[in-house]
């Protein structure tokens, strides 16, 4: 099975502007994200998807892959989409992609073998991944994106609210009650489902909680998920790279 990992990295940020160059113990984070991906061993390629030629240049500098893609692009998802086609077009196929976040620069390459695992194992057309939530601040923390899973691994619903509501309980109460889980946005997509999931117009549960993901379970599009142990620390900030301090 030939997989492709592909790492959106665009330079605007509201957030955090050049986010993709700052440096992190040395190295940037584009390239702590490249070479944990590398360190995949069931990826058979890896490319940065950017639109900043100085991200570009920095990628080929330390002897990374990388493809410049349209600043038009709205998500992560279209940049990737965008690298598909392309490549598509060279002649060059793949029976997965691997969306790979830009800002997790520890991400744990395990991560990346259990998504793809869902496409040997299972009949996915999406997969992405899941931990159990151990904290109240998390649990209640509307950065955190929440996730419901049905019996056979498939997504429910994705939300920044406490879900489910643990009725007859305080929320202190909560997490002894019922187990709560965090999406780990890392995605898979079979290449012809990437194809369709990008024509799509918003949705308005997307619009309601502001997560891209739900467009695709409200047009009928299967994800299925599995728990993963690893952490993941994202960066959206500034302020978000004393989480590295503590990283374990």
Sequence with gaps: MKVLGII??????????GKPLVVIDGKSMIRRVYEQALSCTSLSEVIVATDDTGIENHVISFGGKTMMTSSA????????????????KQGTEFDVIVN????????????IEQVIGCFITKEALIASLMKKITSAEELHNPNVVKVLAGIHGNALYFSRASVPFVRGAVTAEW???HDFFKHIGIYGYRPDVL???????????????????????ENGFDIILEETGYESVAIDSPADLLKLTNRG
């Design 8 to 17: 959106p990295a665009r330079y605007s940020s509201t957030r955090f502007p």
């Design 73 to 88: 692009h709205r998500s992560g998802t279209e940049r990737c989409r965008e690298v598909c086609e392309t490549m598509r």
């Design 100 to 111: 790979i976040q830009g800002d997790e620069p520890y991400i744990h390459p395990g991560q």
């Design 175 to 177: 997490l002894g009650r």
């Design 195 to 217: 194809d369709e999931i990008v024509k799509l117009p918003p949705s308005p549960l997307e619009t309601a909680e502001s997560l891209e993901q739900l467009r695709w379970l």
